[in-house]
């Protein structure tokens, strides 16, 4: 069955970074949307990017864009979130998502697979 698996959460200061790793399985990793999205205590989620592993497509929330990367790596199957110069209100859970029906990325509404989450903690 699809998994996507996240890792590499932590704390860490303001101004530092963070890579959040998304591993997949139990599809084809090619071709398919994946997204990032977070929750902070007390708000909705948010979606925080979007890169089709096919195409190379990004799409970034304006408020990480520019501190935010997310590339690929096939032959993990893997999606990274780099996240750099973090500021206390980057601070929530995150959260890897798939569209693995081959669609090109269009919507946050568009994932239908999700993984359990990666805390990220940052203090000021």
């Known amino acids: 069955q699809v998994q996507l698996v996240e890792s590499g959460g932590g704390s860490v200061q303001a101004g530092g970074s963070l890579r959040l790793s998304c591993s997949s399985s139990?599809?084809?990793?090619?071709?398919?949307?994946m997204g990032w999205f977070r929750q902070a205590p007390g708000k909705e989620r948010e979606g925080v990017g979007r890169f089709h592993t096919g195409i190379g497509s990004t799409w970034y929330a304006d408020s990480v864009k520019g501190r935010f990367t997310i590339s690929q790596d096939n032959t993990k199957s893997t999606v990274y979130l780099q996240m750099n110069d973090l500021k206390p209100e980057d601070t929530a859970m995150y959260y890897c998502?798939?569209?693995?029906?081959?669609?090109?990325?269009?919507?946050?509404?568009?994932?239908?697979?999700w993984g359990q989450g990666s805390l990220v903690t940052v203090s000021s």
């Open positions: 139990g599809y084809t990793f090619r071709h398919n949307c």
């Open positions: 998502a798939a569209d693995i029906t081959g669609n090109v990325c269009y919507s946050n509404r568009q994932f239908e697979y």
